[in-house]
């Protein structure tokens, strides 16, 4: 009996030991994973946990608006014939993948460049059952979308925690890339907190060199327990395919990012009223810092939350809710996805001293532009201050297509004049009402009619 023990713990060791240098994979030494992947037919196998996990995963086709839509000229059959083009417009297919986190409710996370400017959404499951999907609300600059779809015995896939992850740490990437089916592919994380894919975004993504072509994005990024770690977002490939260097949103960032457009349809972004730059060498020995991990405050603004909370110019902030804060990237996305309203914990360098102190996160102000002002409940609506006669009116100066105003229903030259039944006469009263009420009911008049517009 001890021989056998001894020759079952030597095959062990071997059939691991090969299987992590043929494929890549980690054996019962792998990550930080709980469970090693589990034996099917004798050899270690990622099959048991995909399984479980790929029925979550989802093919997302989209039908799209194409630019004939938005030109009358080329709705014109007389046109449409002189140009050699066919009788009818065409519908534009796009396609990409999905993951569904709350079977219950049929939620399903996205990209949101798959679902942009979208007619149609159409959810396909691993069984091939095809359904319509609703677009619940979608943010630019996360990336993210979220849909909701009904149907029997759908399956969803675990929220991992996406702090937890480590350089290193092995992943899988699920989706449909080329809209050639579910596939799977594995690889590491090759890095974190990634930034400087757009200027306009709220970047902190994963890096992995699991292979993530078009079509893969909005799909699923797991650990070796088959958790939800990542939606699969974007990739770096001259020719448009992989080399090896794909990036994930975060599964903690996707999930705040969720509950914000399941409660408002949109991502309400607040101000914390701080400038700020990342370390280098000379500001860390500046500051009594020992390494460059951290954020360093350039300017307050005045009265705004930071300064209420404490906050300084020349603080360096280290971390947010007990999470080390990197670089000025990072500490920009992860405040991004905080609800107006709420308190943020964060640990600050001053003189060498470290304090913690609580903000708010506030109301971001209202911006003056050219013709008019915004609000941040009517994100797209331009509105500026009118008078017609004696009465003093708010008219929506322009509306952007396509934005969270316009989807609400409001239009270019609409004259707002009541907030949930409460008068208005100028913008500074509309941004103070919307501010109070929770649930919105709008009182436009538009041409000769009284209209309601009631915005969630």
């Known amino acids: 009996m001890r021989i056998n023990s001894k020759f079952r713990l030597l095959w062990q060791v071997l059939v691991g030991t090969a299987f992590a240098l043929t494929l890549g994979l980690?054996?019962?030494?792998?990550?930080?994973?709980?469970?090693?992947?589990?034996?099917?037919?004798?050899?270690?196998s990622l099959?048991?946990?995909?399984?479980?996990?790929?029925?979550?995963?989802?093919?997302?086709?989209?039908?799209?608006?194409?630019?004939?839509?938005q030109n009358p000229l080329l709705r014109d059959p007389f046109f449409r014939r002189f140009f050699g083009l066919p009788?009818?417009?065409?519908?534009?297919?796009?396609?990409?993948?999905?993951?569904?986190?709350?079977?219950?409710?049929?939620?399903?996370?996205?990209?949101h460049h798959v679902v942009k400017a979208a007619r149609e959404v159409f959810v396909t499951l691993k069984d091939n059952r095809r359904l319509p999907a609703k677009l619940v609300g979608s943010d630019a600059g996360t990336d993210l979308a979220?849909?909701?779809?009904?149907?029997?015995?759908l399956v969803e896939a675990r929220f991992g925690n996406s702090d937890e992850l480590q350089v290193g740490d092995y992943v899988v990437a699920i989706g449909n890339p080329f809209g050639i089916g579910q596939t799977a592919t594995s690889g590491i994380v090759s890095a974190l907190g990634r930034s400087g894919l757009s200027s306009e975004g709220y970047e902190n993504f994963i890096q992995t060199d699991a292979a993530i072509n078009p079509g893969n994005s909005g799909g699923a990024l797991v650990n070796l327990r088959g958790e939800l770690v990542g939606i699969n977002s974007a990739i770096i490939g001259p020719a448009g395919g992989n080399i090896g260097i794909g990036f994930a949103v975060p599964s903690g960032m996707a999930r705040a990012v969720m509950q914000q457009l399941v409660r408002f349809g949109e991502v309400r972004r607040g101000r914390l009223g701080i400038a700020m730059q990342d370390?280098?060498?000379?500001?860390?020995?500046?500051?009594?810092?020992?390494?460059?991990?951290?954020?360093?405050?350039?300017?307050?603004?005045?009265?705004?939350?930071?300064?209420?909370?404490?906050?300084?110019?020349?603080?360096?902030?280290?971390?947010?809710?007990?999470?080390?804060?990197?670089?000025?990237?990072?500490?920009?996305?992860?405040?991004?996805?905080?609800?107006?309203?709420?308190?943020?914990?964060?640990?600050?360098?001053?003189?060498?001293?470290?304090?913690?102190?609580?903000?708010?996160?506030?109301?971001?102000?209202?911006?003056?532009?050219a013709g008019g002002r915004t609000i941040s409940?009517?994100?797209?609506?331009?509105?500026?201050?009118?008078?017609?006669?004696?009465?003093?009116?708010?008219?929506?100066?322009?509306?952007?297509?396509?934005?969270?105003?316009?989807?609400?229903?409001?239009?270019?030259?609409?004259?707002?004049?009541?907030?949930?039944?409460?008068?208005?006469?100028?913008?500074?009263?509309l941004g103070a009402a919307v501010r109070r009420a929770g649930g919105l009911s709008l009182s436009v008049v538009r041409g000769d009619y009284l209209l309601t517009v009631v915005i969630r």
């Open 377 to 429: 409940q009517l994100p797209g609506a331009l509105l500026t201050d009118v008078a017609r006669g004696n009465e003093r009116l708010v008219q929506v100066a322009a509306v952007a297509e396509g934005s969270t105003a316009y989807r609400h229903g409001l239009r270019s030259g609409d004259l707002i004049v009541a907030v949930n039944r409460s008068r208005v006469r100028n913008v500074a009263e």
């Open 146 to 153: 979220l849909l909701k779809i009904s149907g029997d015995g």
């Open 279 to 369: 370390l280098n060498s000379e500001l860390a020995k500046k500051h009594i810092l020992s390494n460059l991990e951290g954020v360093l405050l350039t300017a307050i603004e005045p009265d705004s939350p930071a300064f209420q909370a404490g906050l300084r110019e020349g603080d360096v902030i280290v971390a947010m809710e007990g999470r080390p804060v990197r670089n000025s990237a990072e500490l920009r996305a992860r405040l991004g996805v905080i609800p107006v309203g709420e308190t943020v914990e964060l640990r600050v360098q001053r003189a060498g001293e470290t304090r913690v102190l609580r903000a708010r996160i506030g109301e971001p102000e209202e911006k003056s532009v």
């Open 47 to 69: 099959a048991p946990m995909l399984a479980q996990v790929t029925p979550a995963v989802v093919n997302i086709s989209v039908v799209q608006q194409s630019p004939e839509d």
């Open 26 to 44: 980690a054996g019962t030494v792998a990550v930080r994973a709980a469970e090693p992947p589990r034996e099917r037919g004798g050899l270690p």
């Open 87 to 111: 009788d009818t417009p065409q519908q534009q297919l796009a396609a990409g993948s999905g993951v569904i986190v709350d079977a219950k409710n049929g939620y399903v996370l996205t990209n």
